[in-house]
């Protein structure tokens, strides 16, 4: 229940292993008792993540709000700790961008949280997106104190999840988020491997791709690379293949056993939807996850806030809330409103069904016939064509619950073809409704040893220019949806 009035201490600065400082505001109870420490670190404008305003449905200028409702946590008997990471904000040092310096110094900062006189020295992290992100990356690290994370809406992979879909750059969303952070203090991490004039080589190879120049936003990066934060794109733009370098800024959850509540939303497939996924095959915690409706959480983040009361009560203050015993995944079904609870992800109960490709533009469970022969578009700077495959009016109530694969046999007159799978629903007016995609660059489809089936994991480590002519395999994954 609500109990406590708040205390608020701002600009709080702590020392970390090296020396650097970082800054945070700090919501406590007014008491002078112990309490479990909740923390959300990030990159983001900390005076813009609970101010008192009203809430409003996700929008890119409230995009960055996701710490939660600091009030909310202390009323309740948690100290809230909101601090910026390394070289954002008032945080001392150079940006990180969440690679393993960054993860070491929240782990340092757990450590202070801890220790400190309100504290009953015990630590759990809330948020979604990066505020997830990084508490998922904190937990694999598995600081003593921290014993809990409330982690929804959490990509894992930063190549294949956030920057490169199939292989393809994702160029629109990279622009627009390193507007988000917060004087974001970053030299090139390129360049700082290795070297200066190996980094002016590979910006001047990369600067005869026509494919990067023609974006504006990424050709003026590349040419004005010291530029405000020109540097993020830069190093993104020559990272194209998975390698060292995504991996350190990805998450290692095989490596975590902390609890963790993962999750996120059916609508946000091209960011923290496969996260979840993966998060939940790889996590070796106790764990829980919810999938819900295809809207971006509202600002500030609190339809989740009574869940996270449950799951911190249980893990922080020993509370037995009954959240452990329900059935770990819950996912919203469309349009009906409903929710369903499993036991495993992919869904135990799911009955893989095979839809095949026909002239005429059929999408049937009937095998192909003889002599169907093959279907073309053209796709060049000046004409961007596609293909279209339905199946007849559904005559039964058909759940699509789970992942897809879109297995294609292509040719191209080309060297390369970038494949953008739409998953549409077509209700009884006609109307077209997008659930979900999948992406593929053709020169990049080698896949890794350890795909599934229902998972094709491309390994993204060089491209094989196309042979014109050739026909290709390409298995493409496509990021699981719900719709009845």
Same mark, same amino acid.
Not at 88 to 114: H, K, N, T
């Given at each position: 229940e609500r109990k406590y009035e708040i205390m608020v201490d701002r600009d709080v600065k702590v020392r970390i292993a090296d020396g650097t400082h970082l800054d945070g505001d700090v919501f406590r109870p007014d008491s002078g008792e112990k309490f479990p420490v909740i923390l959300g670190a990030h990159a983001y404008n900390k005076n813009l993540q609970s101010p008192p305003m009203l809430p409003v449905g996700f929008t890119p200028m409230r995009g960055y709000m996701e710490s939660g409702d600091s009030t909310f946590f202390a009323r309740r008997g948690y100290v809230h700790a909101v601090f910026n990471v390394r070289g954002?904000?008032?945080?001392?040092?150079? @940006?990180?961008?969440?690679?393993?310096?960054?993860?070491? &110094?929240?782990?340092?900062?757990?450590?202070?949280?801890?220790?400190?006189?309100?504290s009953s020295g015990v630590v759990g992290m809330f948020g979604v997106s990066?505020?997830?992100?990084?508490?998922?990356?904190?937990?694999?690290?598995?600081?003593?104190?921290?014993?809990?994370?409330?982690?929804p809406f959490a990509g894992t992979d930063d190549y294949r999840h956030r920057c490169y879909h199939g292989g393809i750059l994702a160029h629109g969303f990279i622009s627009h988020w390193r507007n988000s952070l917060h004087k974001p203090n970053y030299r090139s991490l390129y360049k700082e491997k290795h070297g200066e004039a190996a980094y002016k080589e590979a910006i001047a190879l990369v600067l005869r791709d026509e494919e990067i120049v023609a974006q504006p *936003?990424?050709?003026?990066?590349l040419q004005n690379p010291d530029a405000g934060t020109n540097a993020l794109i830069v190093d993104f733009?020559?990272?194209p293949f998975d390698g060292p370098f995504w991996r350190e800024h990805s998450a290692q959850d095989e490596k975590a056993t902390i609890?963790? @509540?993962? *999750?996120?939303?059916?609508?946000?497939y091209g960011l923290h939807l496969p996260g979840a996924f993966s998060?939940?095959?790889?996590?070796? *915690?106790?764990?829980?996850?919810?999938?819900?409706?295809g809207v971006y959480l509202d600002r500030p983040v609190y339809q989740y806030q009574d869940e996270s009361l449950r799951w911190f009560d249980y893990w922080l203050k020993g509370i037995d809330t009954g959240v452990m015993d329900e059935p770990p995944i819950r996912c919203f079904i469309a349009p009906t409103g409903e929710w369903k609870n499993f036991n495993d992800w992919p869904p135990p109960e799911a009955r893989w069904t095979t839809f095949y490709l026909h002239k005429d533009g059929i999408l049937s469970e009937h095998e192909l016939w003889p002599a169907?022969?093959?279907?073309?578009?053209? #796709?060049?700077s000046f004409e961007h064509g596609a293909l279209t495959y339905s199946t007849p009016l559904l005559v039964e109530n058909t759940e699509v619950l789970g992942p897809s694969v879109l297995t294609l046999y292509v040719s191209t007159t080309d060297t390369d073809a970038l494949m953008f799978i739409t998953l549409f629903l077509i209700d009884r007016d006609g109307r077209e409704h997008e659930l979900t995609r999948g992406w593929l660059r053709a020169s990049q489809h080698r896949l890794r &040893? &350890?795909?599934?089936?229902? #998972?094709p994991i491309h390994a993204h480590e060089k491209r094989e220019p196309l042979e014109p002519g050739r026909i290709y395999e390409l298995k493409i994954p496509i990021v699981p949806t719900a719709r009845l």
């Open positions: 954002s904000g008032s945080s001392e040092g150079f @940006y990180q961008l969440m690679g393993p310096q960054e993860v070491r &110094d929240i782990c340092d900062l757990i450590e202070w949280l801890a220790a400190q006189s309100w990066y505020f997830a992100r990084l508490a998922k990356a904190v937990a694999a690290l598995g600081p003593g104190p921290l014993k809990a994370i409330f982690a *936003g990424l050709r003026e990066a733009v020559l990272h609890p963790a @509540y993962l *999750g996120a939303c059916w609508g946000n998060a939940w095959k790889k996590w070796r *915690g106790p764990k829980k996850m919810v999938i819900g409706p169907e022969g093959s279907d073309s578009f053209d #796709e060049s &040893d &350890d795909s599934e089936p229902w #998972e």
